[in-house]
């Protein structure tokens, strides 16, 4: 069995910080790459910040300098900070994690159940 669960989402003011978290279990956590994705109303689900197991960061040109993304592998956990936030970074955020292999196979991806932000004063 594997399971994802986010904590961390709220309502929040814009400039203000929140810092989501997602905890993985019934997976070695270590050798997962995890993600974190939103999907806002009416829009199409994107990529917000990831993480290889190796510990490389990759993020979407609109939180650059404003989300940082970080894991804690002997808590199996993934963070997302989140710094400086606007109203359209509302969204319900996802986490992700994703088997790394040479060669993938489909049942190496796992989604948790969201956590919604809204950033609004």
């Known amino acids: 069995q594997v399971q994802l669960v986010e904590s961390g989402g709220g309502l929040v003011q814009p400039g203000g910080s929140l810092r989501l978290s997602c905890t993985a279990s019934?997976?070695?956590?270590?050798?997962?790459?995890m993600g974190w994705y939103r999907q806002a109303p009416g829009k199409q689900r994107e990529l917000v910040a990831d993480?290889?197991?190796?510990?490389?960061?990759n993020y979407v040109d609109s939180v650059k300098g404003r989300f940082t993304i970080s894991r804690d592998n002997r808590k199996n956990t993934v963070y997302l900070q989140m710094n400086s936030l606007k109203p359209e970074d509302t969204a319900v955020y996802y986490c992700?994690?994703?088997?790394?292999?040479?060669?993938?196979?489909?049942?190496?991806?796992?989604w948790g159940q969201g956590t919604q932000v809204t950033v609004s004063s």
């Open positions: 019934g997976i070695i956590f270590s050798f997962y790459a």
């Open positions: 992700k994690a994703e088997r790394e292999r040479l060669v993938r196979r489909p049942d190496d991806f796992c």
């Open positions: 993480i290889r197991a190796g510990g490389n960061t």
